[in-house]
């Protein structure tokens, strides 16, 4: 009898696990970069507001960085398909390791719940250099040895360095590195000549003198900073910018993944997440799931056509 009663209590236990409302348990939000960065501000931002929708939801961030990104992202696709691991991508290197082979994940492996913020790139150097334009740094790269920190191989950092190598026929000791808090480090330590990094990891640092950004690669002047001179404008056809978004596993149950979507919605348009994000310099960049696909999807038919011509 009392075998019975205890099997009884075990399979309600398991029925009631099984359908048990979600979220039930903490949710995992992965970040696959070191505590710090841009892309970790931008998680804890989201968690902050998240609370305010999901009252009774416990979430932690999970650093997991390396490879640029590449360890973060396999993670990501490795955990339970149950809704308890979110994770934040980051552009280019998501589908970069992709189409360089390192990757063991598709794009199809993940739902896109939607993108975050975008990040355009820079080019920086340490305050005290002699380096203040574009023109200066191909001087000096033609003159000696220049060291380029980079966040990884196959990184937004690292494609806008060879575009620029590309475009001027100078070659740079590239330095990869495993993330802006490195980079940020080598520029004020003055321990790299430049670094190719993205405008949020150093805008503080530009505007209180201790760096000196000498050009935005992008189309145009950003508001925020409209000092700083764009690649086009000094005559280098350079552009490169970053996206983070958010992924499940793509076998997450749909109701469970419009959940998520919904909250991912609520928290892009909610006014405080909206102000915390500006005053930290994350540029908020909102696309829902199925046009940030596509985007994914262009950036990896780009890359591609990039790395048949260069490999790396």
Known sequence: MKKVLSTLVLGALVITGAFAEYPSKTIKLVVPSKAGGSTDTTA??????????????????????????????????????????????????FVAHIVSKKAKYTLDDFKIIGNLAQDPGIVVVNAKSEVKTLDDLVRLAKSKTVTAAVNGIGSDDFLAAKQFEAQTGVKFNLLPTKGSTEQKTAILGNHVDVAFMNLSQMLANHKAGKARIIAILDMKRAEVAPDIPTSVEQNYDVLMTATRGMVIRNDVKKEIADKIRE?????????????????????????????????????QADIQRVYDKTPW
């Open 44 to 93: 804890r931002l989201f968690i902050d507001t998240a609370k305010k929708y999901w009252k009774n939801a416990d979430f932690v961030v999970v650093n997991k960085p390396g490879a640029g990104g590449l360890i973060g992202f396999s993670y990501e696709q490795r955990q339970k398909p149950d809704g308890y691991t979110i994770g934040l991508m980051f552009t280019p290197q």
């Open 263 to 299: 909250l991912y919605m609520q928290v892009i348009k909610d006014p405080d997440f909206q102000a915390k994000a500006k005053k930290s310099f994350i540029f908020l960049d909102p696309r829902p799931g199925d046009e940030y696909r596509k985007y994914l999807e262009k950036l």
